[in-house]
């Protein structure tokens, strides 16, 4: 076995920036390298990468150009929407999200319910999907914010996002209030087609990193006429709504990777399924007592959660990496808790404690997924050796 063999499956958690996207980045970092903001020629050129970059993810999102917001990354993103739109509403209300968001949102809201909002936690299925109905039976009089994920990071569950969209347009149509309704879709992003007009959320999150952008770098999405308020204050960048001089090198760079990821998402969705599904087969064939976790029709290509049951998931990475193998536990900025989608999803706490995320790229293949399958069924095995739960089984 080469021991020196490299094998990256965390793409959920960070990707590889794209050559092309290096080239794209470079020129801003030594030729144009002014301020957006400022009036001479060095910051005009900016100015111009940053509203060709703006004008590209709108059409790409197919969304005004001033709709169109550049953040730092997808938490900030997360944030800005949620604390931004309900800081504008000047009075306290109800608020309506799932047990299985990203803690970029969760913890959001747990820190308004602290605040004295009060906040419904929508149940999801064993798939890890909530219900739109449960959603309408949430709404109350008081309700006015919502933010449901569109892809879930851990298991790649897609949510009804349009459905509940079309439920709330009809709900506001008799309300005085508007309820505006939020989508983080950082582990959609580059995987799905993006379409605010078709999905009808008011607001939405990417992440650069996540499609072949470098870090540091994300979007957030605000449909004309929705009340939103800054969370930060400076200058007038971003139209007043995030200040902060802009990171030209990478805006321009996630411009050019958001647009590499659709033009090429087909292919890449076809790609992708075919490593997942072989992975899964082989491992469903290979390794008894596992379970995979989410639905997998209703989701993501690229993401394969499976519970390894009498094993620790973080022992059984450290032994992947051993061998070379990337891979990790479920949220990358959760590493060593127990998943709370996975509770919520009502998967055996054990089973929890042995789950394990494959998230995959464009650019692994098949023969990768081969060796992954010929080192990790032994692993399981020699951790499984020192449960005595499992050594009374055999």
């Not at 794209?18 to 957006?36: D, H, T």
């Not at 953040?71 to 509403?89: H, P």
């Not at 919520?344 to 023969?367: I, K, L, W």
């Amino acid at each position: 076995m080469n021991n020196n063999k490299r094998v990256y499956l965390d793409n959920s958690a960070t990707t590889q920036v794209l050559p092309e996207v290096v080239k794209e980045m470079q020129p801003y970092f030594s030729e144009i390298y002014g301020n957006a903001s400022s009036l001479h020629y060095f910051g005009r050129e900016a100015k111009k990468a940053l509203d060709a970059a703006r004008a590209k993810i709108a059409t790409l999102l197919n969304a005004a150009p001033e709709e169109i917001f550049f953040t730092g990354c997808g938490t900030e993103s997360d944030n800005l929407a949620i604390f931004g739109v309900v800081s504008a509403q000047g009075k306290k209300g109800h608020l309506i999200t799932t047990k299985v968001e990203h803690h970029a949102v969760l913890y959001s809201f747990q820190h308004l319910e602290k605040l004295g909002y009060e906040v419904t936690y929508l149940d999801p299925d064993k798939s890890g999907a909530v219900s739109a109905e449960d959603f309408k039976k949430a709404v109350r009089d008081d309700t006015i914010f919502a933010s449901i994920m569109y892809a879930n990071n851990e298991v790649g569950t897609l949510e009804p996002v349009e459905e509940i969209a079309a439920a709330l347009k009809e709900i506001n149509a008799g309300r005085k209030n508007k309820i505006y309704f939020h989508t983080d879709a950082v582990q959609a992003a580059g995987k799905i087609k993006l379409d605010v007009q078709k999905l009808g959320v008011d607001l939405l999150s990417i992440s650069g990193h996540k499609f072949g952008a470098p870090k540091g770098v994300g979007v957030l999405y605000v449909r004309k006429g929705v009340k939103i308020e800054p969370m930060t204050f400076g200058g007038g960048h971003e139209n007043g709504l995030r200040p902060g001089t802009e990171n030209v090198p990478s805006i321009a760079g996630m411009a050019k990777a958001f647009e590499l990821a659709v033009d090429n998402i087909e292919q890449h969705h076809k790609h992708i399924l075919s490593l997942r599904e072989s992975l899964k087969k082989g491992i469903v064939e290979k390794i008894p007592e596992v379970v995979i976790n989410g639905s997998g029709n209703n989701a993501v290509a690229n993401i394969l959660n499976v519970s390894f049951h009498y094993i620790e998931g973080e022992a059984l990475l450290l032994k992947l990496d051993m061998k070379g193998i990337a891979a990790s536990t479920g949220s990358a900025c959760a590493t060593g808790e127990p998943s709370h989608v996975l509770s919520a999803m009502c998967v055996d706490p054990v089973a929890a404690q042995g789950a394990v995320r494959f998230s995959f790229g464009h650019s692994n293949t098949q023969e990768e997924v081969d060796y992954v399958l010929s080192v990790l069924p032994e692993m399981v095995e020699s951790l499984r050796a020192m449960s005595p739960v499992w050594r009374g089984k055999k």
